[in-house]
């Protein structure tokens, strides 16, 4: 796919084909989705069919060349091999805590009473995660070749914030998915939809050229496969709210379920999580049960609800989202009255019972755990940010110490001490200041002022690192206000943007002859972590370190390890990804050993000269 008016040119015309022509578009699908198998298997079968074949061909000519030939014969075997492993991609069940049987018998009741209502497929697990969503988790065995097991992902914030009857109507819609809304073919092509994009994505870790050959393929089949399947993977969300509606309660029931969703996220990212993170200016430590007093916040009502929900109301994610817009949805449903009225009971205290508040302190106790080292140096970070605030307010500042004030001073929310005009000036006077910039244009679009839009490109022409995150910004402005052309303008700047971006990485990541290695140039605690974490991962005998030389356009640093391994290693894929878990650098890091690149590897060790580390030493 070329660009994205191209794909948003071809999604258009397969949904008038979807309409007049239905049955030829469904043969269509299908057949683009055999295809995706057949490359598959045909690949496999077809090397194993040519050794056979050359078997067969030297017994009927002379028996004795099988010895003579034997080399000939393995070539195909090997590749055959190669397309296995390379194809051999483990996809892990979804993440979180799985429910015992028995252990919240009133969730396992209710799910089980709506997967038979739906008529979906039975369950391998009930998984209670941290995300506020819900999801029917397909898993594929081998490929889906060998069917799927199924789960139901629940977010612990999501059934804290609604009462059973709307948790309820959220699993159904997920069940239909499975099986019960739109039919067994609908069904297939949301799993093979789901599966093709997660191979792709574990296809493109792997360096192995027999993963290099499916990543171009899968490269190239994905778009098409998506456009052809997003137009029934919307109507398959209707139809999923259809049957949601059919065995929760009725459309109402669903509607209030999708209205309370929309409005959610907004309480917890504009609302709850910018208030955590606020008392890292005061608490050294953060706060000890996170999910539960998350829980509280998402049940009660917040004064932003009707502002989230207009905006919802308005919002369409346009080719981005296979979810109809929201207003489509409640259409579809029939619903003329919007509710937004508190739970009197959330569905966590409902279904989970005393597994509420163990899931709640565990989820906490994790979180205390990873966010801690940050929070500490955040903490520390805002009592520095205090104490350069005093000293700005006694001195006579110049231009770039007002804005510099004002960002760490300043309030910019209404019905505050409202510092906006005070930042635009200081910002007028000195425009090359980029956080003032970055901030300013933020601000402005918070409120829908347009004029932030200038802001965020000035401050791209400062620093051209934060393009992806401006565009997305202006893309979400766009579609916000209902700038249709605006916002697809953004979208072909963002993908030429990325285009770029991966043709850089290619050239980053790729080695060839014409790579120029250049010392390190590592110092002082870098060099001291490096070494530490080496030492660590236990499986390093030697390590060499060299800087890449980048071409044009191309900021930052580049690093290439090449490792000697202690010993006997069983899987070299699992013994480098653990190296480069293990290693901190001012850059994009890329760890070999010299099993197949020995060329590049002497060229390393010469540019390098003596191992940045060797063990016992």
Do not use: C
Request: aromatic share 8%.
């Amino acid at each position: 796919m070329q660009s994205v008016e191209a794909y948003r040119a071809l999604v258009e015309r397969l949904q008038r084909r979807a309409v007049t022509s239905p049955l030829l578009y469904r043969l269509q699908l299908a057949g683009l989705a055999g295809l995706g198998f057949a490359v598959l298997a045909g690949s496999v079968v077809g090397a194993l069919g040519v050794s056979v074949g050359l078997v067969v061909v030297l017994a009927a000519i002379k028996p004795g060349l099988l010895v003579y030939l034997f080399k000939l014969i393995l070539i195909p075997l090997i590749f055959g091999y190669s397309v296995l492993r390379a194809l051999w991609v483990r996809i892990e069940p979804p993440q979180g805590y799985r429910i015992a049987s028995g252990e919240a018998p009133a969730l396992e009741a209710e799910v089980e009473r709506l997967r038979k209502a739906a008529g979906a497929p039975a369950l391998a697990g009930i998984i209670v995660d941290t995300d506020l969503n819900a999801a029917a988790a397909s898993v594929p065995r081998v490929l889906g070749l060998l069917g799927h097991r199924h789960f139901l992902v629940l977010g612990l914030p999501l059934m804290q914030a609604m009462d059973r009857a709307q948790l309820s109507a959220v699993i159904a819609h997920e069940f239909g998915h499975l099986g019960g809304g739109h039919g067994r073919f609908g069904a297939w092509i949301y799993r093979v939809r789901v599966s093709w994009f997660r191979l792709l994505h574990a296809l493109e870790a792997r360096e192995a050229w027999a993963a290099g050959m499916f990543r171009k393929f899968f490269g190239w089949y994905a778009p098409y496969f998506n456009a052809y399947s997003f137009v029934l993977a919307r109507d398959n969300e209707l139809a999923a709210d259809r049957i949601a509606a059919s065995v929760s309660g009725g459309g109402r029931t669903m509607a209030d379920a999708l209205v309370r969703t929309s409005v959610l996220s907004g309480r917890l990212h504009q609302g709850f999580l910018p208030a955590v993170h606020e008392t890292a200016r005061e608490m050294p430590h953060p706060p000890e049960l996170l999910y539960r007093d998350m829980g509280v916040a998402l049940r009660r009502a917040h004064p932003g609800d009707a502002q989230w929900l207009e905006r919802a109301l308005a919002h369409d994610a346009g080719l981005d989202d296979t979810h109809p817009p929201l207003r489509v949805r409640l259409s579809a449903l029939g619903a003329n009255e919007i509710a937004l009225d508190e739970p009197a009971q959330s569905a966590a205290e409902a279904l989970l019972g005393d597994l509420l508040p163990r899931l709640e302190q565990a989820f906490s106790q994790r979180w205390r755990a990873d966010v801690q080292g940050d929070w500490m140096a955040e903490y520390h970070r805002r009592q520095e940010e205090a104490a350069r605030v005093a000293e700005l307010a006694q001195a006579q500042r110049s231009p770039e110490q007002e804005v510099e004030y004002l960002l760490l001073a300043g309030h910019f929310q209404p019905g505050e001490q409202d510092q906006l005009a005070a930042l635009q000036a200081a910002v007028a006077r000195v425009p090359t200041h980029l956080e003032g910039q970055l901030r300013l244009g933020a601000v402005l679009l918070d409120r829908g002022d347009a004029a932030g839009v200038a802001h965020l490109r000035q401050a791209l022409a400062l620093d051209a690192g934060y393009t992806g995150a401006v565009l997305q910004r202006l893309h979400a402005f766009y579609q916000a206000t209902g700038e249709v052309a605006a916002a697809q303008a953004v979208e072909e700047e963002f993908d030429v943007w990325q285009r770029r971006q991966r043709a850089l990485a290619k050239r980053r990541f790729t080695l060839s002859d014409e790579d120029r290695f250049l010392p390190h140039g590592l110092q002082g605690e870098v060099l001291a972590g490096l070494r530490n974490a080496l030492a660590k991962t236990n499986v390093v005998r030697r390590a060499w370190l060299v800087r890449k030389a980048l071409a044009g356009g191309d900021a930052g640093e580049h690093f290439l390890l090449l490792v000697q391994w202690r010993g006997l290693v069983f899987s070299r894929s699992g013994a480098l990804q653990r190296v480069l878990d293990a290693v901190e650098l001012p850059g994009s890091v890329q760890v070999f050993d010299d099993a197949d690149r020995r060329r590049y590897a002497r060229r390393l060790r010469k540019a390098a000269g003596a191992p940045v580390w060797r063990r016992g030493r």
